[in-house]
Every structure is written in structure tokens, then in C-alpha cells.
């Protein structure tokens, strides 16, 4: 590889080869980095999705050059090599996860099939296929029963059934005449992969295949006789993991679902021991010593304990598109590599920004590691189909100081706290003296301001003057008027966006009140869009049907169309009526 010197990152990075044609489409989850043949150089596995519906292919790169590649049957959903035996020489196996199969390649060639388990199939459906086998019901009754099992059962229909309720009612006779007298199966396909060693923490040693797949299982499988070791049930399908530890001492593996939020699973439990919720969808996860860090869609970058802990958190200047671990023991640095959609790639340790390299197009994956000969090497992909390689310089010294914009430095030094003063001295042996009764006067005092902001809070609700919503996403602000002598009163809600300059929308107005005493005649009215600022006016007419001079509250509810709890709350005091009820 010839080097050129980088330009847009600052020097850390050498140019070692972009080839904006190099037709790759992947991203980081399949791709890896290995020495497949024994020979002490690594080599660069990609599984390439090729269009999306056919040209997926397993492809080997050694240096710049395509040295090998294998037709995939379906688009791979992850790749990771792995020693799945003892035997000398030490050559790793390929292992590519695509549909419901794990295909294993040994020294670039196809070595075994793995096929995940079938899932139970619905009775019900069983039942209705064998009586349109024996043409006791037609298409369109086979369709009804369908939608009446899936509605229904705990179980799901299977991927034939599902595709037999999408078609129109033309295509439903050829399709049953199609697949009738074939059995029915249910089979859930892999989303995920990654490795677990099995006894033994060294580099070379054995490992498991942990899967994720779209049942919300998670599998952990024996390399050598290739059975379930062990399984583990999540609330949702799981898109990316993280595994750390060993199978027969002790291990961790971290799961991000579709659900938006992250589990963490353990060796002793079938089910998540912690769970962190995160405010938007993640979109990257990779473990960094203890800590895991997690991208999310909000163009944030979060840290985390091993418990699920949260750390820190800090906003990127654009989406992320992929996140890969920077891991460079001979220097006993670790950081992330982030790549985000303005066309960079930004290096974390930890919440500090130490390089950022500007690429020609936007990254999709990321690999960093051992490649050829060369220990820091970190090699993308982009959106295009291209690939760049560069080559960290061994001269480069990554600064603890984050150098994006913000509070100096001197301000994480901590302050030169001063010697213990005589009248702390005291105010110790006071305390200790007088503890309980320093304590029972602060409680009376503490029970004092909880019952003084009780009142103020009842006040508030029963007076209902100026309500205001807690709801800090959708800040709005309503006045109610009421009008007229009676029977009949006006009345008129005005209804204010408090937020700077976000609008809201898709809000309905709902009153509650007592139908012995009022009629509305709009019970039910939606508000048009909301801009900052302005109020708007919406108003109904109420009639007094009662003419004995009872009054009462009507309550106002504003809410979104749809749903039932309300954003916003007034309690409105209705004058006596001087004129004849309605009837």
C-alpha cells in the first residue's frame, strides 16, 4: 500500500488507498478482519449486499486486491470470525449469518449449514390450510378465517399465511392451488451475531456463536457439536449486541432492540437482568472497556455503566450512520469511531472528541484493526460502494483534552479545598450533641413547605384561572370565558402554544359535566394547528336545562386525537341561570 499524508484530520491519519468504485455495499456489523490463512496476515471479510435482492456475495481482500468471493443466498445480516477448534494450524472460520442459516466458510471455502430451529405453528391455522386442502372452503373463506386467527391467537400466523391476506382477491385461488399441500412452518430469521469465548479469555481461543433473532431470542451455540447451549427471551427482536466474558465462567451480553430500549442479559438469568431506556431509537452500540457507548437517532452519543447506568451525553453536529470500536493494545488506548452523515468520522475516548476525519462521501462501516501487517489500520466503506484505507502514523499522540469547543480545561481540576476551620470543629461535636433534635425540626419544617405547596397546588386546580400543561414537549397555555345571563351561556376557550418556535398539532378539545344540568352542543371539538404564540379562540354555547339554580363545574380536557390521557386539564365554575331552563 502506498501512503499518502491526510489533509482533513488534523495528521493522525495516513492515506493508504480510496477506491470510490470499489462496488461495496455493507455495513460495520459484516465486516471483519482475520488471518485466514495462517500466514500472519489479516485479511479484510466483507459480506456485500450487492442490490439488495440478488449480487450478495462474500468477499476477501488481501492488501487492495479482491482475492476471493462467494455467492450468498440472501443478504447477510452479520459476519464474525471465529477458532471454532484446537486444530493446527490456527486458521479461523468464517461465520455469515443470512435468513434463518449460519453458513460457515474454512479456508475461503464452504464448510457447514447451521439452520435455527423451527417456531410453533398456530393449531387454528394448521386446521384451516387442511380443510382448504380438502376443498371444504373456498379462498375468500380461507382469508376471512385467517384474519379472524390472527386478530385472535397468542401465536402468529406463519409467513405464508401473512402473504396470502396481502394479495387481492384475483390472486388467492392460484395462490392456494400453489402451496396447499405443503406443511406449514414457522421460521424466524436472524438479526444479529457475534462471538463468546467459551472457557478461556485468549485471542485465539474457542468461541460460541451468540445470535439474535427476530422472536426475541437470543441463542448461544456450541462451534463444535453446533447445538443451543443455552436461550435467552427479550421483549423485542434484538438489532445490535455487544458480548464480553466467557461461556463456562462468567459473561455479559448487551442487546439493543427494536423496542428502543437496551438490555443487558447475564450467565445465571433466561431473562434481562437490566434495562436502560433510552429517549430515541439507538443506532450504534459498541463496548469500551466497562462502559458501553450507544448512538442514538436524536444525533446523540451516550455512555453507560455495565448496570445500565448513565454516564454522560453528548450532541453531534449530524445523524450517525455507523459506530465501530478503536482498540489498539500496544498503546493501551481504546476509544469509538462514529461516523455521521456530514461526511466525517469523529474519535471518542470516552465524551472527548480527539480526531476527526473528513472522507469524500458518507461512512457505512467501519473496521479497525490488524490488517496485512499493519496494527493500526482503520478501513471504511461508503454510501457510494467505496473503500478507503488509512494507516495511523506510530508517531501520533492522542491528547486527554476533548478538542471540539467548550469549558476550558481547568475547570475538571479540582479546587485546593482548605484545612478543617475550628468552627467546623464545633458545628461537628453540635450535630453529634444534637442530632435527633436538629433532625425532628427539619422534618417538621420539611412537612411544613410539602403541606403549604399541597394547598397552593389544590388553590390552583380548584381556581383553574390560567392552567398551563407539565407536558415540556408540547407547552400550551388556556383561558376560559363564559358569557351570557342564560339559559343558554358562551362559552369561549382561548388555547395558546407556549413553545419558542415549535408548532403543535392533531389536539381535540373534550368536557366533561353533568348531563342532568347542561347540555353542550359541541361536546367534542378539534383544534386547528397550534402556532407559537398566537391564540386561538374555540368556542360552544352551553344550556342550562335545570331551573332550580343549580350550578356546577364543567370540565375541560385537551387532548391528543386518539388518546386518552389529557395534556392539559381546567375546572370551569358555570354562573346561575336567570332565565328559564331549557327543556
Known sequence: MTSVESGGDGGKWLDAHYDPVAGLYTFSSCVDLADLSGDGENR?????????????????????????????????????????????????????????????????????????????????????????????????????????????????LSVRSLRFLSLETDGLDEFVQLHKQQPIRRQTVITCIDTLKKSTADEDGVSCLVVGTESSDVFILDSKAFIILSKMSLPAPPTMMDVTGQFDVEFRITVACRNGNIYILRRESDKPKY?????????????????????????SLQGFTQKGKKLWKIVLPAPITTMAPMDLPTRGFQGVLVGLANCEVHLYRDKNLLST??????????????????????????????????????????????????????????????????????????????????????????????????????????????????????????NAVVQGLGPSFKLTLHVQNTAACRPVMNLAISFLYDENLYRIRDPYMRIPLLVPGLIYPVGTFVDCTNDKGITDIIKVFVLHEGRSSPLLTAHINMPVSEGLALS
Open 44 to 156: 479484510l471479510v466483507v459480506g456485500d449486499l450487492g442490490t439488495g435482492s440478488s449480487g450478495m456475495k462474500l468477499k476477501v481482500y488481501r492488501g487492495t486486491a479482491l482475492m476471493s468471493e462467494n455467492t450468498l443466498l440472501d443478504l447477510p445480516a452479520g459476519l464474525v470470525a471465529f477458532f471454532m477448534d484446537l486444530h493446527e494450524p490456527r486458521i479461523p472460520t468464517t461465520a455469515v449469518a443470512s435468513g434463518p442459516c449460519i453458513y460457515l466458510y474454512k479456508n475461503l471455502r464452504p464448510y457447514f449449514k447451521f439452520t435455527l430451529p423451527s417456531l410453533e405453528v398456530n393449531t387454528l391455522e394448521q386446521d384451516v390450510w387442511q380443510q382448504a386442502r380438502e376443498g371444504q372452503i373456498d379462498p375468500l373463506t380461507l382469508k376471512e378465517m385467517l384474519e379472524s386467527i390472527r386478530k385472535k391467537a397468542d401465536v402468529p
Open 275 to 299: 434495562c436502560v431506556e433510552l429517549p430515541s431509537h439507538p443506532v450504534g452500540l459498541v463496548r469500551v472497556g466497562k462502559n458501553v457507548l450507544v448512538g442514538c437517532t436524536d444525533e
Open 357 to 478: 476525519i473528513k472522507t469524500p462521501d458518507v461512512v457505512t462501516s467501519i473496521c479497525f484493526g490488524r490488517y496485512g501487517r499493519e496494527d493500526g489500520t482503520l478501513i471504511m466503506t461508503t454510501k457510494g460502494g467505496g473503500l478507503m484505507v488509512k494507516i495511523l502514523k506510530r508517531t501520533v499522540v492522542f491528547d486527554d483534552r476533548d478538542s471540539a469547543p467548550g469549558p476550558p480545561l481547568a475547570q475538571s481540576i479540582r479546587l485546593n479545598v482548605p484545612k478543617k476551620t475550628k468552627l467546623y470543629v464545633d458545628q461537628t461535636l453540635r450535630e453529634r450533641e444534637s442530632g435527633v433534635a436538629m433532625h425532628r425540626a427539619f422534618q417538621m419544617d420539611l412537612s411544613r413547605v410539602r403541606l403549604a405547596a399541597a394547598k397552593a397546588y389544590v388553590k390552583a386546580l380548584e381556581s383553574s384561572l390560567t392552567p398551563m400543561s407539565a407536558s415540556l414537549s408540547e407547552p400550551l397555555k388556556m
